[in-house]
């Protein structure tokens, strides 16, 4: 928006102009009176309201992972997001889960205030994108702070005012839009679609996290800035108080935000007249059209193909897959399902062959074939050997691999027919071979994400399954089955022989990744020394404390920088066990 657009009216009033002398000098009307500029008493700047002084700018370092090179994480990187109190009592500081999450430290700060307080994250929820902080400094606590309360999703046509801290600047920034429309829409890509609002308000980088104040002057906030469509122009993506009251009470019962729940089956419209004639749906009637069923999911054993759901939890569902959300708004039915916990239970009304049935089953969460998000239900993971590397299809895979937003177009058609699909088997992997680091052993081979789909005539169902298989050959030749009878033969003693030095070449640590190490130490294979090492470290310098209680480093110009011995040391064994944690929870 361009300076002064919104600028205030002006409003013209006659002002007596003075001579040096003391008389009044005329204009060039031969008046002696001056128009001056000022505004109305409606357009003088508000007074700033306690409000905004719970809303926080939020400094992260974070280390990413890395799926193309699983071995390895990404640079180091700085960014910053906006936050803003919810709860001064247990000192809850809310935000958006993407930008905290893979954090190495995290501070915030207030409105006005330069310094900057250690946070530490409580609990994180990617898939509702919201995250919760603390700051356990107490007189962080000590100045006025307000907690802002949520209010219901608001009406179409109602304000908004989004406060954060975007891109331009240092300050707290106020920009102010109407609610355009409820809608369903994906929280983090290829997720699942969750209610969100949209607004009209500008939302640009730094701002998520913040609040979206649906009355400033109450501090009651509508929502959480979390995200705006980039080849659109002023439209963003506010997260609504019905998603995050979920996200708080799963904080409340379990310490963990567990997920969404998933309905347990894929559908399809029927509005075509044929097809409902087909399946004897009276005119009267309405429904969705059940035409897969998630193998693992408790809906499998209640609910069978071509049903017809009529109703869930007693709300009628239109034929285009809609319910009924207010008056005239009306949102996809999966709303109703999203909104409940995992273990709860919905009810739904089907149409089988002309029958009414009424249904039961208990809500889990979706476990797709090809996992979605970082930390939820993937971690990066790889196995190579005799230079093919081996890793398992997953969504940040795909972004990692091909760029961002861009696998859908760059990555093969048949690894793309995989991404929808639900898993058979509990543990069930899609196992590919993603590349082939240049050696003389696989002088000729040139395949690139390509499924993996059996091992020594043996059907792969994971990556786990291909490593130990590997490990236990003792045929001549190791024989890998690729996607469409193609295949990649190895000497199995020449490829143990040459492993080593192909690690070696590319500056690779290990031959697997940590989730795949083996108990015992042979051949190429060692340890991964990740908590062994990160205890002597910790040993180390808790021993460096018998000399000198801070740990000095010297860098060139005389500069240095001092740390606390024993505050490093818990540091490190703090982050430890957070680390072990949060893989437990995940």
Known sequence: MDEGENSPTVEARSVKRARPD?????HANGSSHRVEAT????????????????????????TDPNYAQPWQMRPQRSSSGSAFIVDTKRRHIMTNAHVVSNETTVHVRRPGNPKKWRAKVLCEGK?????????????????????????????????????????????????????????????????KKLLGIQIDAAINPGNSGGPAFADLQQAKVAGVAFSKLANADNVGYI?????????????ELHGIFRGCCSVGFRWQDMENTHLREHLQVAAQQSGSLIYRIDPLAPAHEVLKENDVVMQIDGVPIADDGTVEFRN???????????????????????????ALLALEYQLKQRRPLVPILHGVDCVPSYFIVGGLVFVPLSIP??????????????????ILALVTEYCELPDEQVVVLFQILAAEINFGYKFQTVKCELFNGRELHNLKQLAEAVDACTDKFMRFGLEGGKSVILDRVQANTDTPIILKQHAITFDRSADLQRATNNNHVAEQPGDFAAGMLCLLVMC???WSLYMNTLFAGGRMLTIHACTSAAEMVSRQSSSCRRQTQT
């Open 22 to 26: 003391g008389t009044d000098a005329p």
């Open 39 to 62: 505004m109305p008493a409606s357009k003088q700047p508000a007074v700033p309201t306690k409000a905004l002084r719970s809303v926080l700018k939020v400094f992260v370092v974070k």
């Open 127 to 191: 898939i509702a994108d919201l995250a919760l902080v603390t700051v356990e400094d107490d007189q962080f606590w000590t100045d006025e702070l307000l907690d802002l309360q949520f209010v219901d999703v608001p009406e179409l046509q109602d304000s908004i005012l989004v406060a954060g801290y975007p891109l331009g600047g240092d300050s707290l920034s106020i920009t102010k839009g109407i609610v355009s429309r409820v809608v369903m829409t994906r929280y983090a890509h290829a997720s």
């Open 239 to 251: 997260i609504p108080y019905q998603i995050i009251k979920h996200f708080l009470q799963e904080y």
């Open 328 to 354: 005239e708004e009306r949102v996809e039915f999966s709303h109703i399902v999203r909104a409940k916990h995992i273990g709860e239970s919905l009810v739904v009304k089907v149409l089988r062959d002309g």
């Open 397 to 414: 895979f795909l972004e990692h691999a091909y760029g961002g937003l861009n696998w859908r177009k760059l990555a093969p058609v048949p």
């Open 544 to 546: 460096l404390t018998g």
